[in-house]
């Protein structure tokens, strides 16, 4: 498995981790969107409302400085994510009429597509395994550390992450919660563009070769 993990570097490294970042932003919007209005009344909607952008933020960090302290932020993150997916598909569940007594609901499709779905921590450790693999021996990858700033376009990422910052501190409060989810429809746009624009590079140097 680490051998594998190993031949993730360079330019291949930077995209991973792009995805694994629109990826957590979109979470990050839904977490924003459905848990925000009911952290008061619930204490369970708090923890992805916290591992989610600190996720992002660990994301960003090791864009902006590759090192040893950001890849074990970015690990330490990932598996937190991970954890939080996993146990929150169980109120997930029970908020959809499943527990250990009752299993039969899982016999009926419509539980997974309820609400409050139970898809969605799936995705989230979902996200975090990719995180994780994006993450693995990144302070020692010097193609990534010049990949993150010579790549085409790289400049979109760096104002996607300040929006997402921007984004991060609106979304607590319900006043700013609207400019919080457009901050991050922004980013997200702004990192897919510079993924189109990579794929699109890679694409032109194979069909020159």
């Known amino acids: 498995m680490t051998a594998v993990l190993d031949r993730i570097r360079g330019e291949a490294r930077r995209r991973l981790l792009l995805v694994t970042t629109l990826y957590f932003g979109i979470l990050f919007l839904e977490s924003s969107v459905g848990h925000v209005p009911f952290m008061a009344a619930n204490w369970l909607t708090l923890p992805p409302i916290v591992v989610l952008p600190l996720s992002l933020l660990a994301l960003a960090a090791a864009f902006l400085k590759p090192a040893a302290a950001t890849e074990f932020f970015l690990r330490f993150m990932m ?3 991970a954890a939080i997916g996993i146990v929150g598909v169980f ?39 990719m995180g994780l693999c994006g993450g693995f021996g990144l302070a020692n990858d010097r193609e990534f550390a010049q990949a993150v700033w010579r790549g085409p376009l790289t400049w979109l990422d760096k104002i996607a992450f300040l929006l997402l910052v921007v984004a991060i501190a609106l979304s607590p409060s319900i006043g700013t919660l609207g400019w919080a989810c457009t901050a991050i429809v922004a980013a997200s746009i702004l990192l897919l563009a510079e993924l189109l624009v990579a794929l699109c590079s890679s694409l032109w140097r194979k069909d020159v070769r």
């Open 79 to 81: 598996i937190v994510a």
């Open 91 to 129: 109120p997930h569940l029970a908020a959809n009429g499943v527990t250990w007594t009752k299993l039969g609901p899982l016999l009926n499709g419509s539980v997974f597509h309820g609400e409050p779905g139970p898809t969605w921590p799936i995705a989230i450790a979902f996200g975090a395994l």
